[in-house]
């Protein structure tokens, strides 16, 4: 697996891969990394927070620029790169003269051309599930919405009572939506739009896994693992994580600022990777 560190010198932090078995890590690439995708024999990221796109081997050679533009939230689906513009582009200003507006999504092949412009709202986050993106359009409340890769078809799923309340961009599965809006974690059918409150929780991360729903609470109770029912809860861990990561059998994350580790979710053992 793969995963980045932000230190203060640029030596320091940089992209890394570890061996599933041994934990043995290698660096493989210097600075400020964000937004890793892995497709293929080739690792996407991004330099810089927001930065441009760039391509390399497994190994970290081959590196080399794909898209020049400042983007955050990067996703490679279906052959595809969709990314999203933090400052303007030159496809027209729709805010103040020669104001840079945020948001607006593109997409382009693994190479960084035929380049297109999917939507020039401002949108915060999305995420790409087939042929359709899910985001979050922070100029309607935090509402959640879905459009067709071509940017048609737009229609709004949820409206969030209050945008500090818990909001995520979806998870899904081939049959539903996963979703945390106003303090509750909703499950919602793609093609009737019928929706169940699963939880009712404070959340800050929420992951769908296999057969399972990963959330960590905004205080110290820690990890959960739910059903995607929501009949069986599960506690894993104690703590108070902004975020983490779910990878087969594990769970990632920073924990009281002594360096990423890992948990066996089922042996419930925890190994330290790294002191950044």
């Not at 990314?83 to 948001?103: A, M, S």
């Not at 051309?113 to 985001?135: A, N, P, W």
């Not at 709004?156 to 009572?161: I, R, V």
């Not at 309340?165 to 979806?170: E, H």
């Amino acid at each position: 697996f793969y995963y980045t560190t932000a230190a203060a010198s640029y030596k320091e932090s940089g992209l890394y891969k570890v061996s599933k078995d041994s934990f043995k890590k290698t660096k493989i690439a210097n600075g400020n990394v964000n937004n890793l995708n892995v497709s293929g024999d080739y690792i996407y990221y991004v330099v810089g927070a927001p930065g441009s796109l760039w391509k390399m081997n497994k190994n970290g050679h081959l590196r080399r620029p794909v898209v020049f533009s400042q983007m955050t939230n990067v996703i490679i689906s279906g052959g595809k790169i969709y990314y999203r513009l933090t400052l303007c582009d030159g496809i027209g200003i729709k805010t103040e003269w020669l104001k840079p507006f945020v948001g607006s999504i593109y997409s382009c092949d693994l190479n960084g051309r035929d380049k297109k412009l999917i939507s020039k709202e401002e949108i915060l986050c999305f995420t790409v599930d087939g042929e359709k993106i899910y985001y979050i359009d922070h100029t309607d409340n935090y509402s959640i919405w879905r459009m067709d890769t071509s940017g048609k078809n737009r229609e709004k799923l949820h409206s969030s009572k209050s945008p500090e309340m818990n909001f995520s961009v979806p998870n899904f599965d081939e049959k539903y939506l996963y979703f945390t809006a106003d303090n509750c974690l909703y499950r919602m059918d793609k093609e009737t739009l019928e929706k169940d409150v699963l939880l009712e929780e404070s959340f800050s991360d929420m992951i769908v896994y296999g057969e399972s729903i990963f959330f960590c609470t905004s205080d110290e109770r820690g990890i959960f693992r739910l059903s995607k029912d929501g009949r069986e809860k599960e506690h894993l861990f104690k703590g108070r994580f902004p975020g983490f990561e779910v990878a087969e059998n594990s769970l990632f994350f920073y924990y009281n600022g002594e360096g990423l580790h890992c948990l066996d979710i089922e042996t419930r053992k925890l190994t330290k990777l790294s002191d950044d």
